[in-house]
């Protein structure tokens, strides 16, 4: 049974990261659900600390980013009492920083979970480039034993053709032939 407070598993955390500008990160608003704070005094906490997030942390979101996030995830809209403004987007290390910012029990605690969902998420990468990797070199040996078959091949219809001159019969034969 689920304790009050408890943390959701890492699973859901993982499915949080997104990648926007070509790098990882997790929006404010999920950032606050897994802090225990609502995203305004997420927000709010990270502007009294700007010192603290530099671009490589955090950034904001562009308008259009936004409703494409709005539309992939279906949030709602501005004029429904949805965000009016864009979110902010966390890096790995932005996260870490909001969770000190914040400087709750639960933030702390959460924050180990978010730097283990990334750092699952970074192995997972690397699992499949290197898997791409060893698939390339099997492609390449493939196309080398392609190469060594077809030679065989020719090699086996070249002794399979009828059309090569009859043998001499060696031995003795009768019937007074050469």
């Known amino acids: 049974m689920k304790k009050p407070g408890a943390l959701a598993p890492l699973k859901p955390i993982e499915s949080l990261i997104l990648v926007i500008r070509g790098q990882r990160v997790m929006l404010d608003a999920d950032l606050a ?12 906490a990270v502007k009294r600390n700007l010192d603290r997030f530099p671009p490589e942390f955090m950034f904001k979101i562009t308008l259009d980013q936004a409703k494409s996030l709005r539309s992939q995830f279906v949030t709602s809209n501005a004029g429904r009492g949805g965000r009016r403004y864009s979110p902010y987007a966390f890096t ?34 690397g699992t499949h480039k ?30 399979m053709d009828p059309k090569q001159p009859p043998r001499r019969r060696i031995g003795f034969h009768q019937g007074g032939g050469k």
């Open 33 to 44: 659900i897994l802090y225990g704070v609502p995203t305004r005094v997420l927000n709010q």
């Open 92 to 125: 790995e290390h932005g996260a870490i920083m909001a969770a000190n910012v914040l400087n709750s029990p639960r933030a702390i605690q959460a924050s180990v979970h978010v730097v283990r969902a990334f750092v699952k998420l970074r192995e997972m990468l």
């Open 130 to 159: 290197e898997l791409a990797h060893k698939f390339a070199q099997l492609e390449r040996r493939l196309d080398s034993h392609d190469e060594s078959i077809q030679v065989l091949l020719a090699a086996i219809r070249q002794l």
